[in-house]
């Protein structure tokens, strides 16, 4: 799953195609891991296995169950196992979105503000990309300030659920669509430049990154935008 590397006498630094095949390889598995996402999602929402939990108690399994995922896929990264662990860990990320996308359906404009979130979420994706292949500036400073904005967002999320605002809620969704769509733009960055050779890791980042970015475009569409019944 690593790109073998060439040495330059400096340190290893992987060659323009290497770094190409990283990041096509990745986009793939990117691609790849929508589709446990939406299964899980649509098992989700089918048989309202998410709707069983409390705010508190969904927090608990969502936390546990990611942790417990990406440790394995960071021991498996290496291996033939790699891809099917991530993609179980998406299945598993479909499953826990399941029960917002079960609120958003309950909108009378519920499907269309699940496709503007996707189209929202793709759009992102591609301004962030566009910029990190034209870029010449070292990012590698940025990751610094986007862990302590994510572990700050982390911690007000976590108050939020048993706290119950409003206003928190979509303060928590606006900030967490810029800090993720700064961590797409570093991620990719990385693998451009050849900070990244593992496509494994590469998609996780990013498939992360897109998440929490369609996530909290759904939450603000379905507070500001949704049409009750």
Request: charged share 10%; no cysteine.
């Amino acid at each position: 799953m690593n790109e073998p590397i060439q040495n330059y006498g400096y340190g290893y630094v992987p060659s323009a195609a290497q770094r190409n095949r990283v990041l096509r390889n990745t986009y793939w598995l990117l691609a790849l891991s929508m589709l446990p996402t939406v299964l899980g999602a649509w098992i989700g929402v089918q048989t309202g296995l998410a709707t069983h939990f409390t705010g508190g108690m969904s927090m608990i399994v969502f936390l546990g169950g990611a942790f417990a995922f990406m440790f394995a896929i960071e021991r498996t990264k290496n291996s033939a196992a790699g891809v099917p662990v991530l993609l179980g860990f998406t299945f598993f990320m479909g499953l826990m979105l399941s029960r917002l996308i079960a609120m958003i359906l309950g909108f009378r404009n519920g499907p269309e503000l699940i496709m503007t979130a996707f189209g929202g979420t793709a759009g992102v994706f591609f301004v962030m990309a566009s910029v990190a292949t034209v870029i010449k500036r070292d990012l590698s400073g940025l990751g610094k300030w986007l862990f302590v904005g994510a572990l700050a967002l982390m911690i007000g999320s976590i108050i939020n659920v048993f706290v119950g605002s409003g206003p928190g809620m979509l303060v928590i969704s606006v900030l967490a669509i810029m800090i993720f769509s700064g961590y797409m733009l570093f991620d990719l960055k990385q693998v451009i430049d050849g900070g990244e050779t593992n496509y494994i890791s590469a998609t996780l980042a990013l498939y992360l990154d897109a998440f929490n970015v369609f996530q909290s475009l759904l939450v603000l569409l379905g507070v500001l935008g949704g049409d009750r019944e």
